[in-house]
């Protein structure tokens, strides 16, 4: 097993050893204190069974928020006891949205407890501490059963250069199915006829994979309709499968910047390494902070010492300067666990997997690791996000028979509900419409509530579609939003071929705003070379958005690219819009 094992728990895995970190930090049961290695008590010479001196494992202390509970026994609860530990789950199950760890003796006998959750032991090590009886620890997920919809959700970016298997991934998870070679595996989810031609994705496509309260993948049985798997789901994994090609950049980073992906899945192919866009996808990651992790495709293609140079290749770009993360090869499950709560606790972390698609050759790890792998985001994030009032970002716009005008996307803030009054826009005039919410659909199964951060589709009825397009928001009408057409950005200019110049017009991406604006001011500089930062001023050229001071910015033309954040912007009423723009 690696060396950079759990702190939660590595420290008590290794037979007479000490802290998995180096620390020497005690655990707080519920009651008290108390360390893993079991009941306090004279030492024997201060000697283990094997002879060498005593070194006690140690967990690290247990925090009172988070979803990680640990427990010295469970035996034979009082009935006040056993309330308390019902109350107690419960918040621990709240604070991890649904799911939480019990790191326990495996000797307990733990009672059921009345919170609609099913238990699964993750892995369970034999502790040598002190004794002649044989002990052991276990570490147990504890996750909840599905309950109106109220399912786990991650989105999960997919990337990597074209033709590394991305689609045929995403179509092995989802389906159950191995490839056969040829491609088989990804047709169900490309979404154009000329995709299914060239075997190339063009355009951002979903898939989800779901995961019952006991960890086990629901797609696989006989009914695969996508109620039926979040019915049936406590964890769902939105995969947001992008192009790989570099022709279709402005789509891979449109799906990066609009549909907020929790975290990333950077594919590499086995036999061709670090090559094309791979590169480029990193660096969007980086430079958009979305933290990732790495799969090694095309295994079974490759003698293994391609494959390892392909993974050193891997380790010595990701301990580069510029990315500094620590790279975790997972080649157990045991690795696989630890690998979703390093990750999950550090964005430094980054595991790399190594897999085939055609084989199956360790498949079933990065699927422990997907089901294993919490939130990202704590619950008082979560509860802060929900008290704000409501802004939906606008993706995709569709009209559907029957049902009229569909938008999908993201709500930033706030909660949605069936039959809300809001307000949608700027339009290209600046003026924010009023329309209201008729059904709310996630997953593809319809939905009462929708919190913040989670992606829905809603329907408007007979909302004229002619007048939304992508970039919009729609925002509770308390809200009184602003719009803009000139703002300023603090940025970095990562590349241009010569100097970057007042006059220079740019794609900006910010959010799910994608328009060409075009560079007005630079200042206290005339002029910006690669690696420099300044303070510029853009100005949209088509018509004004609505931006937040704050928001990551990221701005393309060709070969330039620089990344920023905004820090002023200079609100405009739907009067000065329309004179700005010629109305």
Known sequence: ?????????????????????????????????????????????????????????????????????YKL??????????????????????????????????????TGVRVGADITVLREREVDYDSDVPRKITEVLVRKVPDNQQFLDLRVAVLGNVDSGKSTLLGVLTQGELDNGRGRARLNLFRHLHEIQSGRTSSI???????????????????????????????????????????????????????????????VSANTGIAGTTR??????????????????????????????TVRQLERVLKQPGCHKVPMLVTSEDDAVTAAQQFAQSPNVTPIFTLSSVSGESLDLL????????????????????????????????????????????????????????????????????????????????????????????????????????????????????????????????FHATTFRRGFQVTVHVGNVRQTAVVEKIHAKDKLRTGEKAVVRFRFLKHPEYLKVGAKLLFREGVTKGIGHVTDVQAITAGEAQASMGF
């Open 367 to 494: 699927k422990v690791f997907l089901n294993i792998l919490p939130p990202l985001t704590n619950s008082k994030e979560q509860e802060e996000l929900m008290q704000q009032l409501t802004e939906f970002q606008v993706d995709e716009i569709y009209t559907v028979p029957e049902v009229g005008t569909v938008v999908g996307g993201t709500l930033s803030s706030g909660i949605c509900r069936e039959g809300d009054q809001l307000v949608v826009g700027p339009t290209d005039d600046g003026c924010f419409l009023e329309l209201r919410v008729c059904s709310i659909q996630r997953n593809r199964s319809a939905c009462r509530v929708l919190r913040a951060g989670q992606a829905a589709t809603l329907a408007l009825g007979d909302f004229d579609r002619a007048l939304l397009r992508k970039g919009m928001v729609m925002v509770s009408p308390e809200m009184n939003p602003t719009i803009c057409s000139v703002f300023e950005a603090e940025i970095v200019l990562l």
């Open 1 to 69: 097993m690696d060396s950079r094992v759990s702190e939660l728990f590595g420290g008590c895995c290794r037979p007479g050893g000490g802290p998995a970190m180096g620390g020497n930090l005690k655990a707080r049961g519920a009651g008290g204190s108390s360390s893993c290695g079991g009941p306090k008590g004279k030492k024997k010479n201060g000697r283990n069974r094997g002879g060498k001196a005593n070194n006690p494992p140690y967990l690290p202390p247990e925090a009172e928020d988070g979803n990680i509970e």
């Open 205 to 267: 496509s979903f898939e989800i994979l779901g995961f019952n309260s006991k960890g086990e993948v629901v797609n696989y049985s006989d009914s695969r309709t996508a109620e039926e798997i979040c019915e049936s789901s406590s964890k769902m994994i939105t995969f947001i499968d992008l192009a790989g090609h570099h022709k279709y950049l402005h789509t891979t980073i449109f799906g990066l910047t609009s549909y907020c992906p929790d975290c990333a899945l950077l594919l």
């Open 280 to 309: 480029e996808h990193l660096g969007l990651a980086l430079a958009l902070k979305v933290p990732f992790f790495i799969v090694v495709s095309k295994v079974d293609l490759c003698a293994k010492t391609t494959v390892e140079r």
């Open 73 to 110: 026994k469970l035996v034979n609860p009082s009935q006040y006891r056993f309330e308390h530990l019902v109350t107690q789950m419960k918040w621990r199950l709240q604070e991890g949205r649904g799911r939480t760890h019990h790191i326990q003796p495996a000797r307990s006998r733990g």
